[in-house]
DNA sequence: TCTGGGGTCCTAGGACCC
DNA sequence: TCTGGGGTCCTAGGACCC
């Protein structure tokens, strides 16, 4: 989807078309933002500079995603909230709205499978399609479907798309980024030389930053030069699978199929503070923050019908290292406190010397209890605090 | 001016078992 | 006295993606 987020908001606010707008971040709603400008009633959308507590208002967040005006001005998604503020003061700045951006992201899937029901889901606002045996997915390499589709959702939700075709998800999604906003671009295997092997190594999906990095000191920087190289030097350097992979992604070979069904690994919730918060002088704070975010892994895993095995932790210290910690408990769990004293256990294992600027909570290795009946797992995942700690899991054990 | 939140997958060592 | 070869599970860290 082009610039998600922000599109949402534009079908919201048309009024905001064309101007610099950055999704992400922001504290407050527009409402309250209303509220803020002297208490006036219009609508009014306030340019980040003119927000006298900027800090207050972007806090600590990142750009989740910027319109085209905005990116004008150097603004790019995972980029600091200050720093764009301060890049483009004239930027309007609103809050995610998850449950619309939810909302959306489940009404464009469901457009498409309408379409083409095999669909692998990859986020909020990416898939992948399999036209293989849809009919008319063939005509003109693909292009009908692909105008079909979009047509579709624009009708629908006023949203553009981009999309590309390939023989496989690899090629595909390295042709999606060709014609952004709402275009359609056809990849076929003999256009890799001169379409794919110009593109810089870290437009293939799975090259990161750093890989991006170690690949510029061997002098790698495009995919050409990358397809060029002996496999024993790649292997060499990365590994027998990662160096294999590098070799054949260079090729524009993926024989990954569309997966259109999966189940979790794993469901957490994680929060980056304000400021960072001492383990001793904000114990309160830590602690009241630490349950919390218990109680929404348990929220979570009941509403979608999960129990885990196990719990474990993640802090961010002030110096951006990450500390995990994790326990497999002898039984499955879903229940608030349960989950509070396996993740108190695992904090008791980790440093806490340095300031904190994150913790998470994470439940994983899990099991889904949909099967049951409705009152019974509410019974089984409500279960707690039994005196001892080897008796309650045994009991949530029983019952799954 | 510091840098979100929710995920997946991989690696590697150690425990433990047959 | 020297020292197998599978396999699975658990834990911690890290790369990467949307």
């Not at 309250?32 to 002297?38: C, D, G, P, V």
């Not at 001169?194 to 990161?208: D, E």
């Amino acid at each position: 989807m082009d610039a998600f987020f922000a599109s949402v908001e534009l079908l919201r606010y048309p009024q905001l078309k064309g101007l610099p707008v950055v999704i992400g971040g922001a504290r407050r709603s527009v409402d309250e933002a209303l509220l803020a400008a002297q208490g006036q009633r219009a609508l009014r959308f306030i340019p980040v500079a003119e927000f006298p507590l900027l800090k207050d208002y972007v806090g600590r967040g990142v750009i989740t995603t910027a319109t085209y005006a905005a990116r004008q001005f150097g603004i790019g998604s995972a980029m600091g909230m200050m720093k764009a503020a301060r890049l483009c003061p004239q930027a309007i700045v609103l809050p995610v709205d998850f449950d619309e951006i939810r909302r959306f992201s489940r009404l464009f899937k469901s457009i498409i499978a309408e379409i083409a029901p095999l669909v692998e889901d990859r986020g909020v606002d990416e898939v992948y399609i399999d036209f293989t045996d849809v009919p008319g997915g063939q005509r003109e390499g693909g292009r009908v479907l692909a105008r079909l589709i979009q047509k579709s959702i624009f009708d629908k939700t006023g949203l553009t798309c981009s999309m590309g075709v390939a023989p496989n998800k690899l090629l595909a999604k390295m042709a999606s980024e060709f014609n952004k906003p709402n275009g359609v671009s056809i990849v076929v295997e003999s256009d890799l030389q001169a379409k794919i092997w110009p593109l810089h190594v870290r437009k293939i999906n799975g090259i990161g930053p750093k890989a991006g990095e170690r690949l510029a000191a061997l002098g790698i920087e495009t995919i050409g030069e990358l397809a060029a190289q002996a496999p024993h030097r790649l292997v060499r350097h990365f590994g027998q699978s990662t160096g294999v992979w590098m070799i054949e992604a260079a090729w524009g070979r993926d024989a990954s199929a569309v997966v259109t069904h999966s189940e979790p690994v794993s469901i957490s919730r994680e929060t980056t503070f304000e400021r960072d918060l001492h383990a001793v002088r904000d114990k309160a704070e830590l602690g009241a923050i630490f349950t919390r975010l218990c109680e929404q892994v348990a929220a979570d895993l009941q509403r979608k019908g999960y129990a885990a095995k196990t719990i474990g932790i993640k802090l961010r210290y002030e110096d951006f290292k990450i500390a995990t910690r994790d326990l497999t408990a002898p039984g499955y769990t879903a229940d608030a406190k349960t989950i509070r004293r396996l993740a108190g256990q695992c904090l008791k294992r980790v440093p806490l010397d340095k300031r904190l600027r994150l913790l998470g909570v994470r439940a994983g290795t899990l099991l889904k209890v949909g099967e049951l009946a409705d009152g019974e797992q509410h019974r089984a995942v409500g279960t707690s605090a039994p005196t001892q700690a080897g008796a309650e899991l045994t009991v949530t054990r029983q019952l799954f």
